[in-house]
């Protein structure tokens, strides 16, 4: 009987232990998740450029009581025009047919095909300097459609990456603050996530100097840019 009440009492005994690492096990680990402190941010970074590139598009429209007199005037036209592009200096590599459509025309009732309409337009990527004299010689040689500019920078990535090493000083500058704020010491970064890029839009007009008769604003553009940075602190 003795021997009994000494293993119950025992198992017992190892029952309450259990019990009590069971109970202090989920505070230890909330106590090690405490010590595991960070501070997130978010740094936008920004840059002001001037346009120096700028794209086009031409369109050349024909008519004829054939399709196939419609097609072919529209090529002779369009021929044309891109010779005259080149002549005034846009590189072969800068000018692309964009689309080449033919459609009938009907009479008023729609009962009657009465002749058809043929088009092509031509993309082209110029310098803002050439731009005027551009858009002259595509008008010249029979373009009867005008499309742009969108004006871009040939050194975007380049401008870019600037961007986003200020967007990671912003992000710096930012956690220090909060860091101190919460009497806490900042440390290395953990993660940097790389946010998306804003699409550039002109904010404001700049002259450029240009012989032609159509002038072309380049404006300013900003190119920004925003990351997401965690930081160990303690």
Partial sequence: MMRLRWLLSLAALLLAASAIAGVAQPRLGRAADAQDKTVTVTGT???????????????????????????????????????????????????????????????EDGTQVVGYTAST?????????????????????????????????????????????RAVADAKEKAQALASAGGLTLGGVRT????????????????????SGVAIEPGTQEIDATVTVTYDAG
């Fill in 45 to 107: 970074g920004k840059v002001t450029v001037v346009p120096d590139q700028a794209s086009f598009g031409f369109s050349v429209d024909t008519r004829a009581d054939a399709a196939r007199d419609a097609l072919a005037r529209n090529a002779t036209l369009a021929a044309a025009v891109v010779a005259a592009l080149k002549s005034a200096g846009v590189a072969a590599d800068d000018i692309q047919t964009q689309q080449v459509s033919l459609s009938p025309q009907t009479n």
């Fill in 192 to 211: 940097i996530v790389e946010g998306s890029a804003v699409t550039p839009m002109p904010m404001a007009a700049a002259k450029s100097d240009l012989s």
């Fill in 121 to 165: 337009t031509v993309s082209v990527d110029t310098t803002i300097a050439k731009a005027g004299a551009v858009v002259d010689a595509a008008v010249g040689a029979g373009a009867n459609g005008v499309s742009g500019p969108s004006l871009s920078r040939s050194d975007a990535d380049a401008q870019y990456r600037e961007a986003l090493k």
